[in-house]
């Protein structure tokens, strides 16, 4: 065989080589084992986070190996990146893909059968061409081929987030040339895509080397998108000093975004597959050399892109899988600086997400891209450190990657440096992973708490899980508050979930800890999340309270009509509802409902209850069904029972206390307090405002509620800023509510 002499021989270490070749004293972690199994002809697969040097496995073997190392990647703009920065550094490299005309293919061939190049990089389109195989017939037999290397490994399984049907064809490979080495490489895969890559690239007997996939060095964030989203992201940019990068959905959003940012000023290019190639490569290009400071793009730009100075990656659309995030964040800081993560969630953004998911043609995919979503969606609304979300999405603990810290934060995101209170949840977690036991571990979440709850649904009917021992144990707790805890449960891995598209939760060894009172467990309550009874919504009316129901929202719709003022200024649809399940008919029932304070009363007191009387006499029913709970106390009694504690929180208040202060001398939580608060104000009580809420900030609140009255909190919030609290809303709104009553 014709050819180069190895150049093993000429260095007395791998350190040696590596420091001849690419300048570096010593290996990263992982490097060098992944080297020598190359070395010996032996297949691997390496996974390692963006910034950890893949690169370097195949690389310096194939400047130590005999031949040529064939790398196939998916972008034009990867490999190109790749070979400029090899031969800069004086690497025999070059590439061979559809953006070059037939001359170019000719003379890089020629330099091929010439052994003039040690790395070839062609993407698996080309490698796949009529010819192809022909050329790596006569490169085995004149130069050698030191092996394949399969960048990017995670396009090749359905279960990765960058599928790619192309890359399924590469099994090839080993069918036609079972002597050479064959490597995996990529930055994310969990366990089961490790899986599939092995298995589809035909790997014998691979090296598997998984690093860390903890980046210390990236700060992680996620912030409110409002209608407003704009401003908050130009003002970031501007804080920001250095190179970024911004992720759109689409390419519509990354012309929009990009048109804004350079009509205020800023250095910026956009990236998606709608430009021709040549304003892709020309924009990459003058983004790398820094000829402009941020690059708009979809999530085709970046893919092993070698900028290691990008101080800040920003999704300014959600993205569609916890992997694909990882990644696309993971471009910022390779360099091991300090860099910034930032998504901004807004729900309609999501909506989108899934309307792209349903044009999917096939339909495991479209399963399997809908969970993943959703699991992106945890991840944005976790109140757990967002690093553990991610290293346990990878089969990594927390301490695994940082050492066991006794707190359990990395420092490093948002939820560690502001982190929310703790509350001991493990009687509602045993609850919970009973529940699981009990369904024989064969359901969702939504099943479970559906089950907890006491659901009378018909899937809960069909499956007799009605007559489990823990049907309805979980009453006391609301939709959200299971919600809250189940996804609390499997970010610290005390449950299994499956990840085929069908979510079903699984028991594991932590799970049973839990069950045995061995483990406790504790989850971060977010500081805006109201526990309270269960979510009326979600309880299953009659048809009866159904047709109340319907009674009493056109009785409030005249009232509200005569008033001139919305429907909800007079009673919200949770109070109506109540009145249709417990049908109060004398002003003493009635003002127990919640909502209904003393001003309500002699408002709608009446009025409502005469409704719920004549509704009664028609139907033959039962007065007030839930009196019958309460009958051993008077309700003069039960009235200041409920009272009181509102009372102590109002006395505290009066003697100029902040919500705070009342919270800590209560032993209660400021957001307990914020409900009394609000609650007394509803109930006209002389509450002070301006005591809660600064005159400039209630402006500010008011001037939303009138733009968006029918609004929700989270979509006033979104237009007011992250800086406003959700009880500042609520407390500025009840006042403001109550000054429009006639």
């Not at 996620?222 to 970031?236: A, I, N, W």
């Not at 995101?413 to 571990?441: G, H, I, Y």
Request: with cysteine; proline share 5%.
């Amino acid at each position: 065989m014709a050819g180069v002499a190895s150049p093993t021989a000429a260095f007395p270490s791998l350190e040696a080589a590596l420091k001849h070749h690419f300048g570096y004293d010593q290996f990263r972690p992982g490097q060098r084992p992944v080297i020598e199994a190359v070395l010996k002809n032996q297949d691997a697969l390496v996974i390692m986070p963006t910034g950890g040097g893949k690169s370097l496995c195949y690389q310096l073997p194939g400047l130590l190996k005999l031949g040529v190392m064939v790398v196939v990647s998916p972008l034009i703009a990867l490999m190109q990146d790749q070979v400029d920065s090899l031969t800069d550094n004086g690497v025999a490299a070059t590439c061979l893909n559809s953006s070059l005309d037939y001359n170019t293919i000719r003379q890089r061939e020629a330099d091929l059968r010439a052994g003039k190049i040690r790395l070839l990089y062609v993407s698996p389109e080309r490698l796949m061409s009529p010819g192809f195989f022909g050329l790596l017939e006569q490169l085995i037999k004149t130069v050698g081929v030191s092996g394949f290397a399969i960048d990017e490994a995670h396009c090749v399984s359905e279960w990765g987030h960058d599928f790619r049907p192309e890359y399924r064809q590469l099994s090839v490979l080993r069918e036609r040339f079972p002597q050479i080495g064959v490597m995996g490489l990529t930055a994310t895969a969990t366990e089961r895509v490790r899986v599939d890559i092995a298995q589809q690239l035909r790997l014998r007997d691979p090296l598997v080397q998984v690093s860390s996939f903890n980046r210390p060095n990236l700060f992680y964030e996620v912030r409110p998108k409002g209608r407003d989203g704009y401003v908050e992201l130009r003002r970031q940019v501007k804080q920001h000093p250095g190179s970024g990068i911004i992720y759109c959905l689409s390419r519509k959003r990354v012309d929009e975004l990009a048109q804004k940012l350079t009509a205020d000023g800023e250095s910026v290019l956009p990236y998606h597959a709608g430009l021709s190639d040549a304003t892709r490569r020309e924009n990459q290009t003058r983004f790398i050399r820094d000829d402009v400071r941020l690059m708009v793009a979809t999530v085709a730009f970046g893919m092993g892109i070698n900028k290691p100075d990008v101080r800040f990656v920003i999704h300014y659309d959600i993205p569609r899988n916890i992997e694909g995030y990882y990644q696309e964040s993971g471009r910022a800081g390779r360099d091991g600086e300090p860099a910034h993560c930032t998504l901004y969630l807004a729900y309609g953004d999501v909506a989108t997400a899934e309307y792209l998911i349903s044009q999917k043609p096939d339909e495991t995919e479209q399963r399997i891209a809908r969970q993943q979503l959703r699991q992106m969606v945890d991840y944005a609304e976790t109140t757990v450190c967002r690093r553990r979300v991610q290293l346990s999405y990878f089969g990594e603990t927390l301490g695994e990657a940082l050492g066991e810290y006794p707190e359990g934060l990395c420092h490093q995101c948002d939820n560690c440096t502001n982190p929310p209170p703790m509350e001991d949840w493990t009687v509602e977690a045993q609850k919970f992973l009973s529940c699981v036991a009990r369904c024989q571990e064969r359901f969702g979440m939504a099943h479970i708490i559906d089950v907890l709850r006491g659901s009378k649904k018909q899937k809960v009917m069909d499956l007799r899980h009605d007559q489990l021992s823990t049907h309805g144990i979980g009453k006391d707790r609301s939709v959200d508050e299971w919600r809250l805890l189940g996804r609390s449960l499997l970010h610290q891995r005390l449950v299994d979930e499956t990840t085929d598209g069908y979510p079903v939760l699984k028991l594991n060894a932590a799970s049973w800890q839990v069950l045995r009172k061995q483990i406790a467990v504790e989850v971060a309550v977010p500081k805006d999340f109201a526990p309270g009874p269960a979510d009326a919504s979600t309880i299953e009316d009659t048809p009866e309270v159904a047709q109340l129901l319907t009674v009493l929202k056109a009785l409030r719709k005249q009232l509200a009509d005569q008033q001139s003022v919305p429907p909800y200024v007079v009673f919200p649809e949770s109070a109506l509802r109540q009145m249709a399940r417990t049908r109060p008919q004398t002003p003493e029932a009635f003002g127990q409902v919640s909502g209904v304070g003393s001003r309500k009363l002699d408002q709608y007191g009446e009025v409502f209850t005469a409704a719920i009387r004549q509704f009664c006499a028609d139907y033959g029913l039962e007065s007030d069904p839930g009196a019958a709970r309460n009958r051993s106390r008077p309700v003069r009694e039960r009235r200041q029972a409920v009272g009181d504690t509102h009372r102590h929180t109002l006395d505290l208040h009066r003697q100029g206390l902040s919500i705070q202060e009342v919270a800590d001398q209560r032993g209660l939580k400021p957001s307990t307090i914020a409900n009394h608060l609000e609650q007394l104000i509803r109930h006209g009580e002389a509450v002070d405002m301006d005591q809660l809420v600064s005159a400039d900030r209630q402006r500010a609140i008011v001037d939303v509620l009138v733009d968006m009255a029918d609004g929700t909190l989270t979509e006033m919030r979104d237009r007011l800023g992250h800086t406003f609290s959700y009880e500042d809303i609520r407390l500025v709104r009840a006042a403001w509510q109550m000054a429009q009553q006639p």
